[in-house]
């Protein structure tokens, strides 16, 4: 069983930076690849990157240039750092593990952590 934990967000206004944490409990962290999602009010979910055990990363369009996700292993969290941040960005942000075997679908999800960018 994995757990999933994320940190991190807030209120902070157009232009700033926030950067997120999601640490994980149980498994075998560096086997799992390791997303973020996020979901706005009346939105569906959208993923915004990911990242494979070996350091491979997507990113959506939106998020290139802006954000940067990274892992550390050793302390079993994923990082999101968020810069430039609009109001746009406003959303629930949650990680999730994909575990082997991988697929299309992630496995396990955090609860979210709020990000709010007022205008």
């Known amino acids: 069983q994995v757990q999933l934990v994320e940190s991190g967000g807030g209120l902070v206004q157009a232009g700033d930076s926030l950067r997120l944490s999601c640490a994980a409990s149980?498994?075998?962290?560096?086997?799992?690849?390791m997303g973020w999602f996020r979901q706005a009010p009346g939105k569906e979910r959208e993923i915004v990157a990911t990242?494979?055990?070996?350091?491979?990363?997507y990113y959506s369009e939106f998020a290139k240039g802006r954000f940067t996700i990274s892992r550390d292993n050793a302390k079993k969290t994923v990082y999101l750092q968020m810069n430039s941040l609009k109001p746009d960005d406003t959303a629930i942000y949650y990680c999730a593990a994909d575990v082997p075997p991988w697929g299309r679908e992630y496995d396990y999800w955090g609860q979210g952590t709020q990000v709010t960018v007022s205008s």
């Open positions: 990242i494979r055990r070996d350091l491979s990363i």
């Open positions: 149980g498994g075998t962290f560096s086997f799992y690849t």
